[in-house]
Antibody, heavy 122, light 110 residues
Framework: QVRLVQSGAELKTPGASVKVSCKAS????????MHWVRQAPGQGLEWMGW????????KYAQKFQGRVTLTRDTSINTVYMELSSLRSDDTATFYC???????????????WGQGTLVTVSS | QSVLTQPPSASGTPGQRVTISCSGS????????VNWFQHLPGTAPTLLIY???QRPSGVADRFSGSKSGTSASLAISGLQSEDEADYYC???????????FGGGTKLTVL
């Protein structure tokens, strides 16, 4: 079965960077895009971008352009989300979610990781 | 301010039918597919509806989706207490070249 398992909670100081991992299993890792979605406390869901695990290509939401980097390691079926220049309002839960197919159309956001809480505080 | 507009709250009694709206524009809902998600506090969101009205396997047929012009709707029939959750719509936006979500609707089962 498809599983997305994310790394654990992080506590960061303002100005630092955080790197969250998402390990995929149960399907062909390079066959599907991977999205990242943020949810700040008491707020809604916000799309950050996607990575193509096959090519490494990325697409970022305008809001996060320049501050977020999505990468992947095909040897361990893992994607990463790195957010830099952290501010207190970056405190949020970050989710990875499987996207559509790289070669053929697929269902977007059909499987989600359990979420990773990142707290930014001095 | 979300690109897709949802009512912040909705409510109903057990057994009732509830509808949640999602209003967008020609660059998103008007031309692209819409997904709906259920989000229970402390858990990961789950996909309820994709491509306007398709249900993934395992999703009860009490949940249904529709679209008219630049708006979409999620209907929940036979409301149950376990349906109490936050519901989000999402669509690809051609103008922004990215996915956009609604602000979410908190459903209360009275």
């Amino acid at each position: 079965q498809v599983r997305l398992v994310q790394s654990g909670a992080e506590l960061k100081t303002p100005g630092a960077s955080v790197k969250v991992s998402c390990k995929a299993s149960g399907y062909t890792f390079t066959g599907y895009f991977m999205h990242w979605v943020r949810q700040a406390p008491g707020q809604g869901l916000e799309w950050m971008g996607w990575v193509n695990p096959k090519s490494g290509g990325t697409k970022y939401a305008q809001k996060f352009q320049g501050r977020v980097t999505l990468t992947r390691d095909t040897s361990i079926n893992t994607v990463y989300m790195e957010l830099s220049s952290l501010r207190s309002d970056d405190t949020a839960t970050f989710y990875c979610a499987r996207g559509g197919g790289v070669a053929v159309a697929g269902t977007e956001f059909d499987y989600w990781g359990q979420g990773t809480l990142v707290t930014v505080s001095s | 301010q979300s690109v897709l507009t949802q009512p912040p709250s909705a409510s109903g009694t057990p057994g009732q039918r509830v509808t949640i709206s999602c209003s967008g524009s020609s660059s998103n809902i008007g031309s692209e597919t819409v997904n709906w998600f259920q989000h229970l506090p402390g858990t990961a969101p789950t996909l309820l509806i994709y491509s306007y009205n398709q249900r993934p396997s395992g999703v009860a047929d009490r949940f249904s989706g529709s679209k008219s012009g630049t708006s979409a709707s999620l209907a929940i029939s036979g409301l149950q207490s376990e349906d109490e959750a936050d519901y989000y719509c999402a669509a690809w936006d051609d103008r922004l070249s990215g996915w956009v979500f609604g602000g979410g609707t908190k459903l209360t089962v009275l």
